[in-house]
């Protein structure tokens, strides 16, 4: 007879040395010491006004006046102006991540003006697979590029959305790549 069945555990996520936890609503990443910021309904009007000095973010920065319960965590580096937001959507376990990068992708190029998708792809992840996106944004003389992630947990996809100017984001896609490693969800 096998052994009985027990759940695997989630993932111990990476930690970075010298970097911070930010902890957002169910959501812990590590960044560098220049972000500020967490849970967007804690600190909802920092993080808004933070946002407003960056002319790309503004509309995120009303949003966030708005509903700020729309994000998970949200953060912003003073330094470089860079940006990470996490949502989180329910989504049918029949949805593939394959399916779920095309209909997430197509969206937002749809209902954002001046966005364009460059590239997009399902790559392994922990025990999984992750979605991910490149977008540029074009606001004004500002060309912006986000990298999107996205993560399947149970009955819902979080999308870890990293946005950076377009001359800084290869300095910084590195960074992003590694918060993605600290990922912990938490109840």
Known sequence: MPPEWTPTPDY????VPGWGTFTGNGIELMLP??????DPVAVAEELAALLAEVP???AIAEVIREDPGGYRLLTIDRETGSVVAVTANSVPGAVSMTEYVD???????????????????VIPFRDGEAGWMLFEFVVGDA??????YALR???????????ALR?????????????????????
């Open 12 to 15: 111990a996520p990476a930690t």
């Open 33 to 38: 010491p220049s972000y500020e910021g967490g």
């Open 56 to 58: 790309q973010y503004a």
């Open 103 to 121: 209909k997430f992708s197509a969206a937002v190029v749809e209902q954002t003006p001046g966005s364009a998708l460059i590239q997009k792809g």
């Open 143 to 148: 060309v912006s590029w986000q990298l999107s």
């Open 153 to 163: 947990r149970g009955d819902q996809v979080w999308d870890f959305n990293y946005g």
């Open 167 to 187: 001359e800084d984001y290869p300095s910084l896609q590195p960074i992003f790549d590694q918060s993605l490693q600290t990922v912990h969800f938490v109840p």
